[in-house]
């Protein structure tokens, strides 16, 4: 399996199909392995996808530290820059949405294009998410002792989807969010949920000049829908799309409808 060096720490990614490359930023605590997998085969039949595990996830390895966007933005250019060293298109969910804004400021030649999903602008004003949401998100990262296998997985689909569809779909969602083989450590969670908020590129989205696209569910729990209005009024000529129905996972809710908007905002 392929590995990549970022400052002496060794990331994991891997590349599926053909095309022009499509590298996957996955969210807060995500691995390469976040992805579905109906997704990745929809993706793959037009693009590269190239998949890969930031620092202290799936197979990379979990240094103690640094945690914070300005390195998961530049892991992500040593990804880029080893498959092909050309610019790639790329796609952040949630937190991966925030390093994604990173990785087009701080290296602006590796982005050909940008597609943002259920995430707002990095730093700024923003408008806050429900308070019991926060509250049971956070709880994730600080399980009670002799926690269930599932503990984290329930709390978060409970989150990402609306209730009608989390109910109907729970045992699946929830499989999908337990990795027993390369679990993320607890402490690279919290870490992961303090770096969110010590980065403010706010005033610097307006130099952002590739084609952008954002996208959310009008029915995020977890980034205010809003958010992601502010955000594709900061960067010059981004398009918004927004699911009716649909929670902060609607990559997976929704997959069909995401990868047609992806794949029409990529031709």
Known sequence: MPFVYSDNIRIHYWVTGSGPPLLLIPGWGGSGDSWREEMIDLLSTKFSVIRYSPRGTGMSDKPLAPYNIDVFADDAAK????????????????????VAQALAIRHQRLVKSLIICATGALGGPR???????????????????NASRDYGAR??????????YYKKNEKQLVEEEIYDVHPTPQFVLKAMSSSRSTYDYYSKLSKIRVPVLVMTGDQDKLNNPENCRIL????????????????????????????????????
């Open 79 to 98: 990804v880029i820059e080893t498959y092909s060293n050309d610019p790639a298109n790329v796609l952040g969910f949630s937190m991966g949405g925030g």
């Open 127 to 145: 408008i806050p998410s429900d308070p019991e949401a926060r509250k049971r998100f956070s709880q994730i990262s600080n399980p009670p002792i």
């Open 155 to 164: 709390i978060l689909v409970s989150l990402l989807y609306p209730e009608e």
């Open 232 to 267: 594709s009024k900061l960067i010059p000529e981004a398009k918004l799309v927004v699911f009716k129905g649909a929670g902060h996972g609607f990559l997976k809710q929704l997959t069909h409808e995401a990868v047609q908007e992806i794949v029409r905002f990529l031709n």
